[in-house]
Nanobody, 120 residues
Framework: QVQLVESGGGLVQAGGSLRLSCVAS????????MGWYRQPPGKQRELVAF???????EYADSVKGRFTISRDNAKNTVLLEMNSLKPEDTAVYYC??????????????WGQGTEVFVSS
């Protein structure tokens, strides 16, 4: 059974930095991509950053230039470096992984979430 374990959330002042880490385990297949979503208080979950196959990286417009995603395929880990944090970055951050179980099947997996609170 696939498990995604996140770490690195916490409380930080505006302008500060945090690094989130996610380790995936339990697969006998491969992960087509790994990334991060977040859910701000009272809002829907949204994409933050995603590292797909090859060098494909995607970022939400709101975090471009401030956040950096990196992925280690051999270790099934994904990191999110968050700099110049703003109060509007406050959210529960979720690790996400797409497990490729066949040529035509991708299975979504989610971590339990880690809280990030940015004070003004």
């Amino acid at each position: 059974q696939v498990q995604l374990v996140e770490s690195g959330g916490g409380l930080v002042q505006a302008g500060g930095s945090l690094r989130l880490s996610c380790v995936a385990s339990g697969t006998r297949y491969s992960f087509n991509g790994m990334g991060w979503y977040r859910q701000p208080p009272g809002k829907q979950r949204e994409l933050v950053a995603f590292a797909g196959t090859g060098d494909r990286l995607e970022y939400a417009d709101s975090v471009k230039g401030r956040f950096t995603i990196s992925r280690d395929n051999a270790k099934n880990t994904v990191l999110l470096e968050m700099n110049s944090l703003k109060p509007e970055d406050t959210a529960v951050y979720y690790c996400h992984a797409k497990e490729r179980t066949s040529w035509t099947t991708l299975v979504d997996h989610w971590g339990q979430g880690t809280e990030v609170f940015v004070s003004s």
